[in-house]
């Protein structure tokens, strides 16, 4: 039979008051009971939750408060897909204060699997939007700036721009060679050869790639942070304030961007979904996708 810490008189009495202190006994009751994956995307909660959310009592957090952590999870750029993952595990540990006794029920009423599915809508910037953000994201972190104009000019996914290495980037042919990606939490993954793809380089990011790839080994990642680290996605919106500099979008659509771009230079449709590396119809804004 387990115990019931929170209800008892000689329990710490300040885990009942806090909503970080309360997840973080929930996260050591998860560990070796569930998936590493899914213990990591629950430890993000701390991570990723405001202070201002922390800090209240878990006995006063409302539906309304539920959506509203959603929202703010959507305009840190998260992708649906995530704060779909995020919102299971906050289901979660609210059943788990449910179970305890702690609260009388979850704030979070209905199960994922109930809610309708909200459509994806494709927003890439427009060519004056692209160089207006990239001046903002430039006055941030230059070299992080750059790594998102090379995502908007090239189709490269998140996880492909991650894995990407030095000899991936072909300085004579002009093209970078999309072999692998790597998510984050895992390492890189390689494609199969049909899969594996090659998209050009822009003029305008050639010399940016080279300088990034000088004195470097053919091995090594060639998108790093300023101080040599690895790529991480909350840490690089965080850095540039994509919150405000995204203007409303996903990172998802500097990809899309990428696609409208070369459509709009005439580049045909069939070889932009080669480049984009899929076969569906490439979707124009206010599309579902």
């Known amino acids: 039979m387990s115990v019931n810490w ?3 008189p000689s329990g710490p009495s ?23 994956k899914t213990l990591r995307t629950d430890q993000d909660l701390l991570r990723i939750i405001p202070q201002s959310y922390l800090a209240r009592n878990p006995r006063d957090i409302t539906p309304a408060d539920i959506d509203g952590l959603l929202v703010h999870f959507r305009a840190r750029g998260l992708s649906e897909l995530s704060v779909r993952r995020y919102r299971a595990s906050l289901s979660q540990f609210f059943r788990w204060l449910t179970a305890l006794g702690v609260i009388e029920r979850t704030p979070i009423e209905k199960a994922p699997a109930e809610l309708p599915a909200p459509p994806t809508v494709a927003r890439p910037f427009s ?15 230059p070299r992080l700036a ?19 290495t030095v000899g991936d980037f072909r300085r004579t042919a002009n ?23 090659q998209v050009p380089v822009a003029e305008e ?12 080994e053919r091995e090594e990642l060639l998108f ?40 709009d230079e005439g580049v045909p449709a069939t070889t932009v979904q080669q480049w984009m590396g899929h076969t569906l119809m490439i979707a124009r804004p206010a599309e579902r996708i």
């Open 6 to 8: 929170f209800a008892s």
């Open 14 to 36: 300040m885990w009942t008051d806090r909503l970080d202190a309360m997840i973080h006994c929930w996260l050591a009751s998860r560990a070796g009971t569930v998936a590493e």
């Open 127 to 141: 060519a004056d939007e692209l160089r207006s953000a990239w001046a903002e994201w430039s006055q941030h972190d």
């Open 146 to 164: 750059q790594v998102l104009l090379v995502l908007a000019r090239t189709g490269l996914r998140w996880s492909e721009a991650r894995a990407l």
């Open 175 to 197: 093209r970078i060679v999309v072999n692998k990606s790597m998510t984050e939490g895992t390492s890189a993954r390689r494609f199969i050869p049909s899969l594996v793809r």
């Open 205 to 216: 990011l050639r010399d940016s790639l080279v300088a990034m790839s000088r004195r470097r």
């Open 224 to 263: 790093i942070t300023a101080r040599g680290c690895q790529l991480h996605r909350t840490a690089v919106l965080r850095r540039l304030d994509w919150q405000r500099t995204g203007r409303g979008r996903r990172l998802n659509d500097l990809r899309h961007t990428a696609a409208k771009l070369w459509l």
